[in-house]
């Protein structure tokens, strides 16, 4: 069964960085594509970075360049570096296999202006 485990959210002052982590398991976490979502209340939930198992990536325009995705296939483990960041960042921050159907609980960070 599939595990994901989200941390390293918190309170950041505009311009700040976080890195966020997810730790995966019951999965082969280095054939499969991850990503990172975030959601704001009342909004649906966003595909904001991904990565294919050859690292390949994509970011959503409102991230490129601040923000950089990554993976450590020998920890299955999947990176958000978030520079420069802004208040309107702020959201619940969670990550997925993209095949799978699974979520993690999510990690919140908020940016303070």
């Known amino acids: 069964q599939v595990q994901l485990v989200e941390s390293g959210g918190g309170l950041v002052q505009a311009g700040g960085s976080l890195k966020l982590s997810c730790a995966a398991s019951g999965v082969n976490f280095d054939v499969n594509s991850m990503g990172w979502y975030r959601q704001v209340p009342g909004n649906q939930r966003e595909l904001i970075a991904s990565?294919?198992?050859?690292?390949?990536?994509y970011y959503v325009e409102s991230v490129k360049g601040r923000f950089t995705i990554a993976r450590d296939n020998a920890k299955n483990t999947l990176y958000l570096q978030m520079n420069s960041l802004k208040p309107e960042d702020t959201a619940v921050y969670y990550c997925k296999v993209l095949n799978y159907l699974k979520w993690g609980q999510g990690t919140q960070v908020t940016v303070s202006s």
């Open positions: 990565i294919t198992g050859n690292g390949a990536t």
